[in-house]
């Protein structure tokens, strides 16, 4: 049978070795029977260019090489903390990257991926903060610098984030409905599958009268989280430990 399965915000670091193991054996327990898992952002806590050695990220590294190997198609779509992830990590993992928004057809019915982020439209400070970092000039302009002014841009960017979304009320930082219904009825999807807001749910409602889902993946913390569909069942969202 069919089986498609969806993450996001691992937030993979050397930091929390116990997240990376918890990834290798989702890997080796659940990933590896499907035919696709789609990565959907923030898949890595930061990522400052594919010549960086990432001491500590080896084994998720070779964990996908071996999806790729076990004949699990792999696709990468970035997040705002891992959109420096180019083509080179991406052959060495054996992942296709793709571009959001991302179009699929799952069981005859069309299906957008998306990180999210670009549903958090009330975050208007933030919205500025997307276009400067996606901006692919921008891009080759801090690719061009050596790996450790990288590090400290990385490292002040995330201090200045965290600082900013402490002082941000709870709502601004969630997608906004009007937004999810015009991007919705712009591609004419009836499902959606994105993460970023840390808000796992799935989300029933309509658009042109018809049933909607809004499906949101959880981040990754002590426990992994995945959301899986296949040929006969509902989508589901679920937790693993
Ligand atoms: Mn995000």
């Known amino acids: 049978m069919r089986e498609w399965l969806f993450i996001s915000d691992t937030h993979l ?3 929390r070795p116990d997240v990376i ?3 290798v054996r ?3 327990e659940v990933a590896i029977h499907a035919d696709r898992l789609y990565i959907l952002g923030d898949f890595l806590e930061y990522w400052l260019g594919d ?3 990432a001491e500590g990220l080896e084994p998720v590294f070779q964990a996908l090489k071996m999806l790729d190997n076990g004949g699990v198609n792999v696709f ?3 997040g705002n903390r891992d959109f420096l992830v180019g083509h080179a990590l991406a052959d060495k993992c054996g992942f296709s990257i793709i571009e959001e928004p991302y179009m699929l057809e799952i069981n005859g019915k069309k299906t957008l991926l998306l990180h999210g982020d670009t549903l958090c439209t009330d975050d208007i400070e933030y919205q500025k903060f997307r276009t400067m970092v996606r901006n692919r000039k921008w891009q080759q302009q801090i690719l061009a610098r050596p790996l450790r002014e990288r590090e400290q841009l990385a490292h002040s960017m995330r201090q200045q984030s965290e600082q900013a ?3 941000k009320d709870y709502q601004i930082m969630d997608v906004n409905q009007d937004s ?3 991007t919705m009825k712009k591609y004419s999807v009836q499902l959606l599958i994105h993460g970023h807001t840390h808000r796992p749910a799935i989300h029933d409602f309509n658009i042109n009268g018809q049933p909607a889902k809004r499906i949101v993946l959880s981040d990754w913390h002590n426990k992994g989280s995945y959301v ?3 040929e006969s069942s509902e989508p589901e969202l679920v937790e693993f430990s």
């Open 76 to 78: 990468f779509m970035a």
């Open 165 to 167: 979304n402490a002082e």
């Open 26 to 28: 989702f890997v080796d």
């Open 228 to 230: 899986k569909i296949n």
């Open 13 to 15: 670091t050397p930091d």
């Open 21 to 23: 193991r918890l990834f």
């Open 51 to 53: 010549d960086d050695s």
């Open 180 to 182: 999810v219904i015009q």
